[in-house]
């Protein structure tokens, strides 16, 4: 075990001296935040995947197969169709100001009442959702942890009394990858997680193609074995044509919902909405979206395969095993592939898959906190400054952002210890329902509508929508991205078109209130 801990802080020290080095000397906001805007579009392609790939895709994913079937593909090929929306209506009107967030762009048209309370509603949900992520990649790094001779004692010794000495052990894995990713998303702002995430791209894809290999290997009947006794079981399923919208899944909610879902997210998210202001052009940041849905399809193809083998290796051949991963007659799937990484890879393998791990999980967070101090700087703390302080200043009030949104993210990963069992959709739950408001105000922002007051009324009916959807009906959370752009859309277009007055507040065709300095 040594060895493989020895491989994990060696690619942790790597990841942060990279980062550093790439940084270059940052001067500027627009550098720190936006690299300059000159990154090409294959690593804007990478950065891209790397970062909607987090740990959840590759620890959930692989559960999801493991206790049902492949009902997830519809969603990722919906994943498509969302982002060449995205691509063709939303990108290019990022490109048609100076922008350094997405909701100055939503500030430009209906003014900073509205521009701030979509950029609220991100960091709220970004803080949220990512937390979830980053307690996943702690549950990888705990089991690792707990194999090292002496780490349990250790942790017993410090667990309070009536404690379980193994949440110790996840609460110090998150706090370890919490400050490593903070380290190099402080000093090097958006150029070094763009290239970090190139090289976590192909790390993780490297790790999961030798988890696939080695899971091959446990099954004497190879894939032919697992084809055969999947089919059996009804696991290959992939369409579940279910009218019903309480059913999750269904060929209908993973098109159309991950159509919208992912609108939202690439559309709207800052996150993603920065990466394409990092690039040369409108054009490059389209090619590399639409190319990254085309490549996730395939991976996600991937991680559910290893969830089907999975089932076949700990049904057929392990069982006492996959006993010890059932809670009260539930198996814990979310600790499936961790638990098989831990016990049956190779000394060596078995770090370098671990490795794999945290590297997908600091792609997405080192984006979440890049983009959560951009969004705080330029929605919030520039126009409040009048943005007449020195480009240094920004740049240190930059960094103080970035680590306070680390300890909140650490913070919601630590109480997601005692709430989640299926974590894919704790993550997508949050996350659809704030994105269906906040993709329905950009839909707003794309017709003629210029009223601060007509948006507010479509986004206060877009969220008491979706609130009695969410208290007072079973309905999936795969429709609420659906759901709730529509009907922020439509009754803000309703209030402008039945003589609302253009609000003195609303926000002019003139960008320069929202631009950066």
């Not at 075990?1 to 942790?12: C, G, N, P, R, S």
């Not at 290959?236 to 909610?253: F, G, I, N, Q």
């Not at 006993?323 to 831990?342: E, H, K, M, Q, S």
């Not at 950009?442 to 601060?452: A, P």
Request: glycine share 10%; net charge positive.
């Amino acid at each position: 075990m040594t060895i493989d801990l020895t491989i994990l802080v060696a690619y942790l020290a790597t990841m942060v001296l990279f980062g550093v080095r790439m940084s270059g000397r940052v001067t500027t906001v627009r550098e720190y935040f936006l690299s300059g805007g000159r990154v090409p579009t294959w690593a804007l392609f990478a950065s891209i995947v790397a970062t909607e790939t987090s740990t959840v895709t590759l620890i959930s994913v692989p559960g999801f197969a493991f206790g049902g079937d492949l009902t997830f593909l519809p969603l990722a090929v919906g994943y498509i169709f969302g982002k060449i929306l995205v691509a063709v209506f939303l990108i290019p009107a990022f490109f048609r100001g100076r922008y350094l967030t997405a909701y100055q762009l939503v500030e430009a048209r209906f003014g900073p009442v509205v521009g701030r309370l979509t950029a609220l509603t991100f960091l709220a949900s970004r803080s949220l959702s990512d937390g979830f992520r980053l307690f996943a990649t702690g549950l990888v790094v705990a089991a690792v942890l707990s194999t090292w001779p002496g780490s349990t004692r250790l942790a017993a010794q410090v667990t309070p009394a009536g404690a379980d000495p193994a949440t110790v052990l996840v609460v110090v894995a998150i706090g370890l990858l919490g400050v490593i990713t903070l380290a190099y998303t402080l000093l090097g702002g958006m150029r070094a997680v763009i290239w970090t995430d190139v090289v976590q791209l192909v790390v993780y894809m490297c790790g999961a193609i030798i988890a696939l290999a080695i899971l091959w290997q446990h099954i004497p009947g190879g894939w032919t074995e697992v084809i055969t006794r999947a089919h059996a079981a009804g696991k290959l399923r992939v369409w579940d044509l279910s009218l019903d919208p309480a059913r999750s899944y269904t060929l209908w909610s993973g098109l159309v919902g991950g159509m919208f879902l992912t609108a939202g997210t690439h559309g709207t998210d800052q996150m993603f909405v920065q990466r394409y202001l990092a690039s040369g052009s409108a054009s490059s940041a389209a090619r590399a979206l639409v190319w990254s849905g085309v490549f996730v399809l395939a991976q996600l193809g991937v991680f559910l395969a290893i969830g089907l083998m999975l089932w076949v290796y700990y049904t057929g051949y392990a069982p006492a095993e996959l006993a010890a991963l059932t809670v009260d007659g539930v198996v814990r799937t979310d600790r499936i592939f961790p638990a098989f990484i831990v016990d049956h890879l190779p000394i060596g393998l078995r770090g370098l898959v671990i490795a794999a791990i945290v590297a997908a999980a600091m792609s997405t967070l080192s984006s979440s906190l890049n983009s959560s101090a951009a969004s705080t700087l330029g929605d919030f703390y520039q126009p409040l400054t009048r943005r007449d302080r020195t480009e240094q200043h920004y740049v240190r009030v930059s960094r103080l952002f970035t680590v306070g949104w680390a300890v909140i993210q650490v913070a919601v990963a630590v109480g997601a210890i005692w709430l989640s069992q299926r974590v894919v959709d704790e993550v997508l739950g949050i996350q659809s329902f704030t994105l269906g408001i906040v993709l329905g105000t950009f839909w707003l922002v794309r017709t003629s509508i210029r009223s601060s007051r007509s948006a507010l009324t479509g986004i206060a009916a877009g969220a008491l929508i979706l609130t009695t959807l969410r208290l007072g009906t079973d309905v999936s959370w795969q429709w609420y991205v659906l759901v709730g752009s529509i009907s922020t859309w439509a009754v803000g277009c309703a209030a402008a078109r039945w003589g609302e007055p253009p609000d003195a507040a609303a926000g002019s065709t003139d960008t320069s209130a929202s631009t950066t300095t």
